[in-house]
């Protein structure tokens, strides 16, 4: 599958049968997915009253009121916004690689004018990288689950990132920041190793490997 088809399955309201909608599109497929999961996430929250209010009439309203309140307070994701030039994406042949993520920087700063630079906030949190044009409108959502390479250009100003987008594909993010990158390469490692950390949180109970060692999410290449 092309990393630009999206599809998604939903029942027809007139025959009941369930519908198979395929797209080809303009902008990256996991962009859109991402977009319409986080809209049934909110559509099924704003619901959730309504569930609450139906359990009431049947049970106590003291036992309702008390499972309520047992439930957590969500805890918003610490989150660092620089703001840089986006130069593009562009596809790359591996997954891992200084020499590709290098061919990669070279070719859009060769490929894109400078005055067609897009003037981007990027916001980092340990769940996503979130590029959007100083104006607001949201340019992609990258998940850093996915990103298996990162590092600075042959140019101490270029920065940019592998993302695993499908199983045969592979988008590199490409980025100019004055007065060097080296503050937003941290910024996203740190994000990574958070992102790591969680996992492993979650799997506190698993067995660790004989050798004692958990290998790495992804790659970097400069100092720590």
């Given at each position: 599958m092309h990393f630009r088809d999206f599809a998604y399955v939903a029942r027809d309201r007139n025959s009941r049968r369930f519908m198979c909608h395929v797209f080809r599109c303009d902008t990256p497929a996991r962009t859109i997915a991402n977009t319409l999961r986080d809209i049934c996430k909110r559509l099924m929250l704003q619901r959730r009253?309504?569930?609450?209010?139906?359990m009431e009439l049947r049970t106590e309203r003291r036992v309702v009121a008390s499972e309520y309140s047992s439930l957590p307070t969500p805890i918003e994701e610490p989150?660092?916004?620089?703001?840089?030039?986006?130069?593009?994406?562009?596809?790359v042949p591996r997954a891992t690689g200084i020499e590709i993520l290098n061919e990669a920087v070279d070719r859009?700063?060769?490929?894109?004018?400078?005055e067609r630079w897009i003037l981007a906030d990027v916001?980092?949190?340990?769940?996503t990288i979130t590029i959007s044009e100083v104006n607001g409108n949201q340019i992609a959502e990258c998940r850093v689950r996915y990103?298996?390479?990162?590092?600075?250009?042959r140019d101490i100003k270029h920065c940019a990132f592998i993302m695993h987008t499908s199983s045969e594909n592979f988008m590199c993010y490409v980025f100019h920041v004055e007065p060097n990158a080296g503050a937003m390469a941290k910024t996203i490692e740190a994000a990574c190793k958070l992102r790591y950390q969680k996992v492993l949180d979650a799997h506190a109970g698993a067995r660790t490997?004989?050798?004692?060692?958990?290998s790495r999410p992804f790659t970097c290449p400069f100092n720590a």
């Open positions: 009253p309504n569930t609450l209010n139906s989150k660092k916004t620089l703001r840089c030039h986006f130069l593009g994406v562009t596809q859009l700063v060769s490929q894109v004018r400078q916001s980092i949190a340990p769940s990103l298996s390479f990162l590092g600075i250009g490997p004989p050798n004692g060692k958990v």
